[in-house]
C-alpha cells in the first residue's frame, strides 16, 4: 500500500497527512469490498465467498448423488482453508444458496430446515447437510483440468480457484445482489433456456444488440414466479443500459364460493417478499381501515403458497379489490436491475445483457482451449508411454533378463531401446499382470484412439470456428437439461398488463364509505361529525364561536372552500378531524391566510355551475369542475384587487339573479346578462354609492325567488309581487322589504344551500 502501517521498531514517529492516509485506507477498504466481497464476477456469476464454498464441497467430494455431510463440516472446510472471516457469513451464504424460493437454480442440496418464504431462519449448521447440485457440478466441471487460475489462498499455504469453469450462465440465470463502497449490483434471476437461446444467437451474431436478444430472453425468471407488469419498452431500455427496474405482481385468481359470494386467492408473491410479514402488513391495513374492500386476509398455505383475500361484501369488484392490495403493499414491488459486474474478475463496470453474455462465452472458450491443451499434454505423455510399452512387449525376454541381471536397470533400458526417462519408468513399473498377449493388441488399440483424438484437439485448438461450434454444442446440450419441457427449466414468471382503473375509483376504494356531517364553523374550525346529522343545537363550540356552515356528506368525498381571497381550495372529507372535538382549523388543511376567511363549503358533485360575487359588486358563472384543486394552494377562481374581497357564492338554478347589497337594495336580473368564465374579474352585478354586495342567489322566475326568514321558514314572492325590483345587471336597485336584516336569501347562505343538495 506504499506507505508503513506498522509502527517503526526503533522507536521513530513517522508523521503521515490524516487526509493522506484516511484516502489510502479508504480507498484499500473500498477495493477489497469491490473485488473481494460485493460484486459478482461476469464470467462465473459467482462472489468469493459462494466460490469458496461451492470449490470447498467439491474438495470434500460432495458431488451430486454423493452422501450428504453435515453443514457444519463444509463451513470448517471453508473457513479454515479458503474464508477466513466469520462462520455464520459462511453458513448463511450456504444457506441462500440451497433456498428454491431466492434461487432460481439452487447450487447447494440441503437436507434439513433451511429457512422457508415465511422468512423463518435456517435450523443451525450442526443440524443441517448438504452435497453439491447439477448446476453446481456443471459450475465446477473441468477444474482439475487446469481450465481456470488458482492462486494462493489467504495463508498461503493453499490455492483456490480465482474463477470457475463455468458451463452454466450463473450470473444471469440466478442473479446476485450486493452493495459495496460506491457502488451496488443487483441482477434478478432468469431463465436458464433463454439464456442458451439468447447466447447461440450471439455466437452466429457477436455483434448484436441487447434490443435484439430481447426476442430470446423475454425478462427475469424469479423462483417463486409472479408477474411482471412493465411495458415491452421499458424492459428493453433497462437491458440495454443494464439498469432499471421490474414492476412485479403477485398471480391470483378468484375461487367462486357459492351463493354469489367469491374468495381471491394468492398463489404466487413477488421475489424476496415474506409472506408472514406481508400477511401482518394486510392485517394491519385491514385493521386502520386503509384497505375498506378487504374483509378478512388467512394464509392456507401448505407446501404450495395459498393466501386467501376476502372481500367485505359480494359486490365488491375483485379487480377494484387488488388494485388497492397491490397500492399499498409488497403484493406489487418494484424489482430493481443493475449489471454492475467484475470483468475479467477485476473491473468493475455496468454491462447491458449483450455484453454480459458475450463475457460469459468468451470465457466458456477460454475454458475449452484450456482444457483441451491440458488433454493434449496427457495425451502426448500417455503415447509417450505406450510407445515404451509396446517396444517392451516386441523385446519381452530381453526386457526381463535386463531387469533381472542389471543393478541399475533403468540407464540400461533407455541405452539399449533408446527409451525415454518417461518410457523407462513406465515398463520398470509395469504390472506382472499386464503381460498377457491380449494386452499388446489393447495398447495398440488405445494408442489408435489417442492419435486420431490429438489431431482432433489439435484441429480444435487452431481454430476458432470450431471452438465456437464445440460451445454451441454444449450450449444446446445444457438448453435441452434445462428446457421447459423439464420441471426446473419451465418458465415461472409470467407477463401481463396492469389494469387500468380510474385512480379516482382505487382512491375511493382505498377510503371507508361513510357518512358523516361536515361542520365549518365561524371563525374557521372544521370537522366531520359520523353520521348526517341534522339537528345542531347539540353541537358544541370554543368560546366567542359559532356555526357557519354544515351539509351532509360521505367519507369518500373531496369538501370545496370558496374563501374570500377569491380561490376555491380541495380537502379529501377522510382527511378531516372526527367531531368529539371543536376540530381543527382549515388553515391546517389549505394555504390561506390569516386575514382570510372562508365564504362557502359544500360538497364536490361535478356538473354544476356556481356564481361566484365579490364585495365591489362583480361577479361570473364558473363551472364546478373547473374549481377542483390538487393542491393546498387552491385555484384562483375570482381575481380582485384590494381591499376587494370575495363575499357570497351559490350553486346556479333557475333563469333569474337576485343581488342584495349591504345597503339592503335588490335588484333581480335575467341570469343570460352574467358570462361564464373560469377566472377573472366578472361583470358588474349591482351598483353601489357606499358600501357593497351582501349576497347573490339564483332562481326559477316561473317558481319565484324563496328565502329563509329569521324563524328558519321559507318565505316565497312571485316575479309579479317582485316587478318593483326588477332591472338590469349592475343596475343599484331598490330597498328590499321583508327580507331578513341581515340581508342574506339564506340563513347560512352557502351551507344551507349545499346541505339541500
Known sequence: MGKRLIPPEDGEIEEVALRDALEERYLAYALSTIMNRALPDARDGLKPVHRRILYGMRLLRLDPGAAFKKSAKVVGDVMGNFHPHGDQAIYDALVRLAQDF????????????????????????????????????LLIDGIDEDAVDFRPSYDGTGEEPAVLPAAFPNLLANGSQGIAVGMATSIPPHNAAELCDAALFLIDNPKARSRTLLKYVKGPDFPTGGVIVDSGESIAEAYTTGRGSFRVRARWETEDTGRGTYVVVITEVPWLVQKSRLVEKIAELINDKKLPLIGDVRDESAEDLRLVIEPRARTVDAGLMMESLFKLTELENRIPLNMNVLVKGRIPKVLGLAEVLLEWLEHRRDVLVRRSKHRLAAIEHRLEMLGGFLIAYLNLDKVIKIIRTEDEPKPVLIKTFKLTDVQADAILNMRLRNLRKLEEMEIRAEEKALREERTALKGLIGSTDQQWKTIAGQIKELKVAFGPKTEIGKRRTTFGEAPVHDDAAIEEAMAVREPITVVVSEKGWIRALRGHVTDMSGVTFKTDDGLKFSFPTETTAKVLIFASNGKFYTIEASKLPGGRGHGEPVRLFIDMDQDDDVVAAMPYQGGRKFLVASYGGNGFIVPEDEVLG???????????????????????????????????????????????????????????????????????????????????????????????????????????????????????????KASDE
Open 630 to 752: 390538487t393542491t393546498r394552494k387552491g385555484k384562483q377562481v375570482l381575481n380582485l384587487k384590494a381591499p376587494d374581497k370575495a363575499v357570497a357564492m351559490c350553486t346556479v338554478e333557475g333563469d333569474t339573479v337576485a343581488a342584495i347589497g349591504a345597503n339592503r337594495k335588490m335588484v333581480i336580473f335575467g341570469l343570460d346578462q352574467v358570462p361564464e368564465m373560469t377566472r377573472g374579474r366578472g361583470v358588474r352585478l349591482q351598483k353601489y354609492k357606499e358600501k357593497g354586495l351582501s349576497d347573490v342567489t339564483t332562481f326559477a322566475a316561473a317558481d319565484g325567488m324563496s328565502w329563509l326568514d329569521g324563524a328558519g321558514r321559507t318565505q316565497t314572492l312571485s316575479m309579479k309581487e317582485l316587478k318593483d325590483w326588477r332591472g338590469n345587471r349592475a343596475d343599484a336597485g331598490r330597498i328590499a322589504q321583508g327580507l331578513p336584516k341581515n340581508n342574506k336569501f339564506r340563513g347560512a347562505p352557502a351551507a344551507t
Open 102 to 137: 431466492a434461487q432460481r437454480y439452487p447450487l447447494v442440496d440441503g437436507q434439513g430446515n433451511f429457512g422457508n418464504i415465511d422468512g423463518d431462519n435456517a435450523a443451525a449448521m450442526r443440524y443441517t447437510e448438504a452435497r453439491l447440485t447439477e448446476v453446481a457440478r
